[in-house]
Nanobody
């Protein structure tokens, strides 16, 4: 299993920006960002496959950008125009083949979280993002 370490979280005001990083020790075949706010279910945020194709949940489209540095095995999540609704613990995860396609179906409302989380075998410890109004 890959080992993942996230960083870059912090506290910002509404409208601010943060860029999260995730360093992976193993393969980066399919990567994703998830988040979980207190008292809420974990949700997928973005996914990127090894061809660089990205998919996002509707609420972050146009504001968040996932990218990867394959040479250094680093996954990024650039977050702009942050709002208090973005406050959560953010996790990166490594998925199996086809995981990004599955995430796309989840973002389209065709799959539930229970359908996609088994496709991601390795998870980081999380980094906290707090957005104040």
């Amino acid at each position: 299993q890959a080992r993942l370490v996230e960083s870059g979280g912090g506290s910002v005001q509404t409208g601010g920006s943060l860029t999260l990083s995730c360093v992976a020790s193993g393969s980066m075949y399919a990567m994703a960002w998830f988040r979980q706010a207190p008292g809420k279910e974990r949700e997928g945020v973005a996914t990127i496959d090894n061809d660089g194709d990205t998919r996002y949940r509707d609420s972050v489209k146009g504001r968040f950008t996932a990218s990867e540095d394959n040479a250094n095995k680093i996954l990024y999540l650039e977050m702009n125009s942050l709002t208090p609704d973005d406050t959560a613990m953010y996790y990166c995860a490594v998925g199996t083949s086809g995981a990004c396609i599955t995430m796309g179906r989840y973002f389209a409302g065709r799959f539930d979280l229970e359908d996609i989380t088994p496709r991601f075998a390795s998870w980081g410890q999380g980094t906290q993002v707090t957005v104040s109004s």
